[in-house]
């Protein structure tokens, strides 16, 4: 594929026709409301619509579906933020901040620089797969399982840092996480393990249903121990955020937006890696480390950045080899594949109007989007305002919906409710849940680009060492373990020569 600026504008004259606009906008409403339900996700949402798009023409269907897609990133921070339900793995960072932010009544300031970064990224990444797709695809295809592997390890290393003080209880929380991803079928020889003859573990435990049950559940569990009035006493007093909040976080808004597109160029590596990737690196370069988690608001700009920019980086290789980086895009490849089109080098040759139209309109579904969500901030952060007598039974409703969704199990119900006890114990024993979230997410591609590679080397580990771009993953995760750990040591020094000065 070469770009040519007339294939742009030709694109943009057929994507801002009345008909794809209408599509466009349709997409976009779609996926901030599947983004704002816990559990449903894009790829169901598109799954579930792909039929009806059989009796539209293909540039205003593939357009509508790819809208669906990037507008359930802006969506899913909106009750991450608001009450602590990250609908998606890839929110879980968002939390993290946001709801603090939401706690001391800036809410508000916290989903509009949620708008804004995502708009950021979102157009930073179509600049890069607008003029660089060909040259960028290449990188997705030097990836083997060695390397996949320590991408994943150095994500997995991520523990340390976002287990802040409680080094020892994050690590115990990433095993149980791991534990919990291993039960189910071994991915490649198909054998049932921690099964204990049970048909229904036989599937596996889906992290959707882990995360609704560590975070809604076992927040209102929470709130109904302390008999809370609201889930937040604190008045909301930003409805948007100041210049100084833009100021503070414009750094984060680029960082992560590189961050996000390039990792998204790798086939499996979700939004839900890279927004903990980025979270991590803009921690660990803030003048201001000690207030993540604790409501930093440059800590959401960066998870938001690298969710949308992991986005739309994974369209350069479904674009340019027909290579799917996640379940939403490999259903939105079958989108593509029901129109009689093949995506790969031969789709710019042969429908060159469909594919800078599909491009052209991502730009324009990115203006969509902050168009909606910015005037939408108050009445999302409303949310906080219902009492939790009411507010409670909802989100307790919503989690059992978005548990089912998923792959329309019971099982996935009980298991939500199981870890809503378990997430409730954890709060109550001070043990982090990001890093279980993490491990749980991590696990299944770890364990297989792991086998995979051991497949390839004849079971001899140096085969991570040999290959240029694993050894330098893997020197990068051991320097990043080494350093939150001397950050975690010099702080508990910190704090012991405080108390020995107060005393």
């Known amino acids: 594929m070469e770009f040519a600026w007339t294939l742009l504008w030709q694109g943009f004259s057929q994507a801002l026709t009345p008909m794809n606009i209408l599509y466009a906008l349709l997409g976009c409403l779609v996926g901030t409301l599947v983004g704002v339900l816990p559990g449903i996700g894009p790829t169901s949402a598109i799954a579930i619509l792909l039929p009806l798009t059989t009796i539209l023409p293909p540039v205003p269907a593939i357009i509508m579906m790819a809208a669906i897609y990037y507008g359930a990133m802006y969506g899913g921070s909106t009750t991450a933020i608001v009450v602590n339900i990250p609908g998606e793995a890839s929110s879980v960072p968002t939390a993290l901040d946001g ?192 207030l993540f988690g604790r409501g930093a608001i440059e800590g959401v700009a960066a998870a938001e950045g690298a969710n949308n920019a992991t986005c739309s980086g994974g369209f350069v290789p479904l674009f340019s080899f027909g290579i799917p980086s996640g379940p939403a895009l490999a259903v939105l490849l079958g989108g593509f594949m029901m129109y009689g089109l093949q995506p790969g080098p031969m789709l710019f040759k042969e429908n060159p109007d469909l594919v800078w139209a599909v491009i052209a309109s991502m730009y324009i579904g990115n203006c969509i989007l902050l168009i909606l969500n910015l005037p939408l901030v108050g009445l999302w952060a409303r949310i906080a305002l219902i009492p939790f007598p009411i507010l409670g039974p909802l989100i307790i409703l919503f989690s059992v919906i978005g548990a089912y969704s998923v792959r329309f199990l019971m099982f996935d119900v009980w298991v939500a409710l199981l870890f809503g006890i378990i997430g409730y114990l954890m709060r109550k024993l001070g043990y982090p849940l990001a890093p279980m979230v993490l491990a749980t997410v991590l696990a299944q591609m770890l364990e297989t680009s792991l086998k995979q590679s051991l497949v390839l080397s004849g079971g001899s580990p140096f085969i991570f060492f040999t290959r240029p771009i694993s050894a330098s993953f893997i020197a990068l995760a051991l320097i990043m373990i080494a350093w939150g750990l001397w950050l975690n040591f010099r702080g508990r020094g910190a704090e012991l020569a405080a108390d020995d000065g107060e005393a």
């Open 99 to 290: 709801f603090q932010l939401a706690r001391q009544g800036r809410a508000g300031a916290a989903l509009g620089i949620s708008a804004i970064s995502s708009f950021v990224a979102g157009t930073i990444s179509l600049v890069g797969l607008t003029f660089f797709a060909p040259t960028l695809a290449s990188v997705a295809l030097a990836f083997g399982p060695p390397e996949y592997f320590a991408l994943m390890f150095m994500a997995l290393s991520l523990v340390v840092s976002l287990s802040g003080k409680a080094l020892l209880k994050g690590l115990i929380a990433t095993a149980i996480g791991l534990l919990v991803a291993m039960v189910g079928l071994d991915p490649l020889t198909g054998e049932a393990r921690l099964t204990f003859g049970s048909v229904s573990l036989m599937a596996g435990v889906n992290f959707i249903s882990v995360i609704i049950g560590l975070f809604a559940i076992g927040e209102v569990l929470v709130n109904i121990e302390r008999a809370a009035s609201h889930i937040y006493e604190t008045k909301i007093r930003n409805w948007l955020p100041t210049l100084e909040d833009i100021k503070q976080s414009l750094g984060a808004m680029l960082r992560s937006s590189v961050i996000g597109f390039f990792l998204g160029l790798l086939p499996g590596c979700s939004p839900a890696v890279t927004t903990f990737v980025a979270y991590d690196v803009e921690k660990k370069v803030s003048k201001r480390p000690h």
